[in-house]
Structure formats: C-alpha cells, structure tokens
C-alpha cells in the first residue's frame, strides 16, 4: 500500500460549498484516494509515508474544467495548439469534461459517425489521460437520424455525455427533447449550448429552448461569447433547477450578474465553471482560476466558496469522485499560495484581491505531477515535494 502524508498545510478548502473549509493540517494518502484529515497525529500513527511539507500554504481539490472542447490526445485543431491540456494542468486543472468534440477535423455529422466519434474520443482519452488529466471525452453531439438503441449502445461502451445541444443539426426543443429523454433513461449528463452562436454551425438558444428541453447543465449561460439577455438569465434561475455554467470565454457583466444574483438566492450550489475552450475566443491555460478569481475579487463571492464552484459543485452535477477532500474521494489536489510580490498572505487571500494564486503542486490519483507550476508566479513559500 502506498502512502503519501500532507502536513504542515495552512488552509484546507474541501471543495464542499455547504462547508468550504475543513480544520486540519494533514492529508493521508492512500493507494490514490484521500484516507483520513488530521491535525499532527497522522505523522505519528504513518511514519512509512512519503512526505510533502506544505510549508503553511493551501490545499483544494483539483479543479475542473467543466467545458472543453477537446478533439483527440493533447492537441486543439481550432487553434492549432499542442500541450494545452497539459498547460491546464500547470493551472490546477485535474479533471476535464468534455462539451462536444466539435473541432475534429471532418466531424462527421450522420448517427454512424456521430456514435463512432464518441466512442472514440471517450476510450481514448480513459485509455492515455495527457499528463494524467481525467478528461472525460466522447461527448455525443446530437444528430438527425439517432435513436433510443443508438444511446443504449452508447452507454454500453462507455459513453455518457451529450455534448452541448446546438452544435449539431438537432438544436431545437421539438427534436432535442425526446434525445434527452432517452440519454436520461439511459444515465446520461446533458449540456445545452445557451445564447447566441459562438462557432459557424451552432445555434441561437433561449431560455424557452433551455426549459423546454431540460438539459442537465445550461451550457455557459454567460455567452459562448454572445450571452442571453439578463430577463433570460431570471427566467433560467427562477423557473429552472438546472447547473448553470460560467465561463471564461464569455460575456463578463453576465458572468457577474449570474454570481451576484447566485449569492443572494443561494443559489451558488447550482454555479460550476468552465473555459469553453480551444475556441475561436483561444485557449485559457489559467481560465479556471481566472473564474475563480472573478467572482472573489468583482462579484464579491468569499473564495473558498468560489473554489467549491470549480470543484464540488461540478462533481457533484457529473457524479465523479472527486472535487471533494474526503475520505474515501480520489486524491485530486493542489498546493497554492500567494504569489511573490502580492499583497496577499495566502491563495484565498490572492484570489479576493482579484490575483491568481501560485501553484506549488498539482496531485492526481496521489501521485505528484506539477512541482512547480510553469504557467503562474512563484510562490511566497516553497512547498517541499
């Protein structure tokens, strides 16, 4: 059995938005999944683990990234960019959904092709994660012509995502709402593409669309770029219980307004965050901490609880265990702290000055695959791996 002990940790943000902060100093390590949160004794009862000294620094859970268009191994055909993965990695992001592989060169867009994508792009991604990175990859996107058995024979292979309505030539409620009967008969999560069009192809979504559909998750209600009005925005939290996903490569004043008016509904167990990318708006190495950031630091969110909306909430929404330090819980984390020069003391601290934190270890699975990241600052204090 391997082990792998934390100590000396200063903050431990359990990615639980009902309880953001856990007390305690240590994190054990066990055979991948987090074992027990301790404050000193765990050093004593495991002296045959392997040491990390945290040096007083933060832990979170790793972060998703709940909309990416990822389109086979490491590599962004849109825009042309290998090792983004990777580079998200080095901004803390440990686990990736996919909303669509839209960008696969020659998608093919009959149910035969469709279904053959999906398959394909889910068992590879499970089959060789770049740098480690759970990416669940294989998102359907919804086609003329598919079928109830076609999801049943989804399912089968592995595939369990409907990437974002809109993207193929099923985009309106009279067509996509019996699919999405049938994906949830059948165990599926379902995104929905929301606002205006964001690539050549998709489509224009209101919030009748979203409501009459039922999605699992309403796909960047802040724009993917082009965002719905903030009338459409009520209807969606008022009438609807769906996730709502903020995204980095969206409309910011609808960003805000959906955070704020989360916060005084209580609403901000429903938020979870994504980048929406590669996309024509780019790639975002750090898009994920960039939303966190946006809602501590301009929408006014505490920032643990921010860093729940990247993590818990959307494992909680797909299911994956992970996102949350328990026993039990894959062991996905980080080590952050602020970074040299900021007027910060500590990561959340970083994150309401509206600075992004330094990253001084990424974890999956319990192993350690970022020393140091590459992408942010250097850290006021050095964590000892």
Same mark, same amino acid.
């Not at 945290?54 to 709940?66: H, M, N, Y």
């Not at 090792?83 to 009959?110: C, N, Q, W």
């Not at 750090?286 to 609880?305: E, K, Q």
């Not at 909680?316 to 328990?326: C, H, S």
């Given at each position: ?34 074992? %027990? ?29 709940? /909309? ?40 093919? #867009? ?41 999801? %049943? ?39 929905? /593409? ?40 009520? #209807? ?73 909306? %990247?993590?818990?909430?959307? %494992? ?54 970022? #020393? ?11 964590? #000892?791996?």
């Amino acid at each position: 059995m391997s082990k792998l002990l934390i100590v000396n940790i200063g903050c431990i943000v359990s990615g639980d938005i009902a309880s953001p902060i856990i007390p305690g100093t240590e994190l054990l390590i066990e055979d991948a999944v987090i074992a %027990a949160v301790g404050n000193g004794e765990l050093a004593v009862l495991h002296p045959d683990a392997a040491v990390i000294d945290a040096q007083g620094t933060t832990v979170t859970p790793g972060l998703f990234d709940s /909309h990416c268009h990822v389109s086979g191994g490491d590599y962004g055909f849109r825009q042309k960019t290998l090792d983004f993965i990777d580079s998200a990695l080095h901004g803390g992001v440990t686990t990736m959904i996919s909303a669509g592989e839209a960008h696969y060169p020659g998608r093919p #867009k009959d149910p035969a092709g469709a279904k053959a994508l999906a398959v394909l792009m889910s068992k590879s991604y499970y089959n060789a994660p770049p740098s480690g990175v759970k990416v669940h990859g294989g998102a359907l996107i919804l086609e003329k012509g598919l079928t109830e058995q076609d999801f %049943a024979e989804l399912k089968e292979q592995g595939v369990w995502l409907v990437g974002e309505i809109g993207l193929g030539s099923i985009n309106r409620p009279e067509t996509a709402a019996p699919m999405v009967e049938w994906a949830h008969r059948y165990g599926f999560k379902v995104q929905m /593409h929301t606002g205006g069009t964001s690539i050549p192809g998709s489509s224009t979504v209101t919030a009748a669309d979203v409501m009459a559909t039922k999605p699992d998750v309403v796909s960047h209600i802040n724009g993917g770029p082009t965002a719905i009005s903030l009338a459409e925005v009520d #209807k969606i939290m008022d009438d609807t219980a769906f996730a709502m996903e903020i995204v980095q490569c969206g409309n910011p004043k609808v960003a805000d307004y959906v955070a704020r008016r989360a916060m005084e509904q209580d609403q901000l167990a429903r938020v979870i965050f994504g980048n929406d990318s590669p996309s024509g708006s780019g790639i975002m190495a750090l898009g994920i901490m960039r939303n966190i950031s946006f809602a501590a630091s301009v929408s006014g969110i505490d920032p643990a609880v921010a860093v729940c909306m %990247a993590t818990g909430n959307t %494992a909680k929404v797909y299911e994956l265990n992970t996102g949350i330090i328990a026993p039990g819980r894959e062991a996905d984390l980080v080590l952050m702290d602020a970074p040299l020069g900021s007027v910060a003391d500590n990561a959340l601290d970083a994150f309401a000055y509206g600075d992004l934190p330094a990253i001084n270890g990424v974890i999956i699975n319990g192993q350690v695959r970022v #020393k140091k990241s590459r992408n942010t600052p250097p850290a006021k204090r050095a964590v #000892k791996l």
